[in-house]
């Protein structure tokens, strides 16, 4: 055992809460093969791991993570989070997933089908997508990337989703399924075919679904994938500030933040409060008090805003950008994740997809830290912060 071992001691709730945004910032640089996500639709470039018991993805493939002060090293028994010669943290690595080595009966792979995140199984549907390599391409996105070099396929069936959930679930535990999909050109945007492969994943595997698609543009569709059986559902704005929607996501920026707001109130009456989501990406230029607000407003509508930093994913137009300094992320987190729980909104009462699972954001750190229940935290023993004007 070596000589840092000896002397470790845990961090406390706010050291883990902290190091987790340093590391989603800064990237964590890996000896070890890790598994890990890279490419797919919206923002990704993601290693899967738990640092201290808690699920965390972090970049380790883009090349700003070679500067990244923080290291997993190999130990005698497991992995470790180190910066220098300090040991941080325990790292437990997803394992590679059994149904991995599986296929379908005509031979495709049940991994170019869908991947294991941790405990969700995850898929892009449709792997292609409207704003693809033209003008409306959305900047942090990577759908196209590992479809050009071969690790996925474009179009996954229902059938042959249901196959793989109930092996992701029989062999890897997986808790959820998350399902997400390029837009389309059609009036719906591609939400009734990912609506009708959560019914074949919940029909088959009983888990529950969360889908992810863009405002459609009549919203009937919205009530017709809730009938098909989906849980939760992923309408992403991506970022409140129009000016930078424009510039990152012209094709979606078309339809105007408003459309969003459409959309959620339409889908918060299909599905209930706390069970309509959307991605907030930081660093991307935005005005940090508009997205505090949006992010309040969309709270007051019961949408879960999930707020992530940007993760420049190699081969997408962003992959030279940084991400935003952690200081930063954790300064919009407090602002926002408190406003939530004083709503009784948390991550615990979200049934399936990127909102449950939480491993990309810092938000659910930062619930389990500050304060104690005794001083306003969670009845089931996690904390809050403490609020803000
Ligand atoms: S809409 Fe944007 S984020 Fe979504 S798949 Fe298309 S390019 Fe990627």
Known sequence: MSEARESFTPLNADELAELIGNI???????????ERRRGGAGPSDAGMLWIDGAPT???????????????????????????????????????????????????????????????????????????????DQCTFCGIGVSLAAGRTIAKKTPAMLAEVAVAARDLDGAVDATLTTGSTATPDRGALYVGKCAEAVKNASGLPVQ????????????????????????????????KVLAQVAPGKARWGIEAYFGAWERAVKAFGEGQVST????????????????????????????????????????????PPAPEYVESIYR??????????????????????????SGMAALERAGSPASEGGLADGRTSLPLFA
């Not at 926002?336 to 909102?355: K, N, S």
């Open 24 to 34: 989603q910032s800064h990237g964590l640089r890996v000896e070890s093969k890790i």
């Open 57 to 135: 993805t972090a970049p380790t493939d883009a090349a700003y993570v070679q500067s990244s002060p923080y290291e997993m090293r190999h130990e005698d028994d497991g992995f470790a989070v180190y910066e220098g010669s300090t040991r941080l943290a325990e790292v437990r690595l997803a394992p590679r997933p059994k149904y991995y080595d599986l296929s379908t009966e005509d031979g495709i792979p049940y991994w170019k089908i869908a991947l294991m995140h941790l405990d969700s199984m995850a898929s892009t549907v449709l792997q292609t997508c409207a704003y693809w390599g033209n003008s």
């Open 211 to 242: 889908v992810q698609f863009e405002p459609p543009e009549d919203l009937d569709v919205i009530d017709r994938v809730k009938d098909l059986g989906a849980d939760s559902v992923g309408i992403h704005v991506e970022t409140f500030d129009p």
């Open 279 to 322: 991605y907030v990406i930081l660093g991307m230029g935005e005005d940090p008090q508009l997205t505090i607000e949006s992010c309040r407003r969309a709270v007051d509508i019961g949408v879960y805003p999930f707020i992530v930093p940007l993760r420049p994913v190699p081969g997408s137009l962003l992959a030279d950008e940084r």
């Open 335 to 360: 602002e926002v994740v408190p406003y939530m729980l004083a709503r009784g909104m948390t991550a615990e009462g979200v049934m399936a997809g990127c909102a449950r699972c939480q491993a990309c």
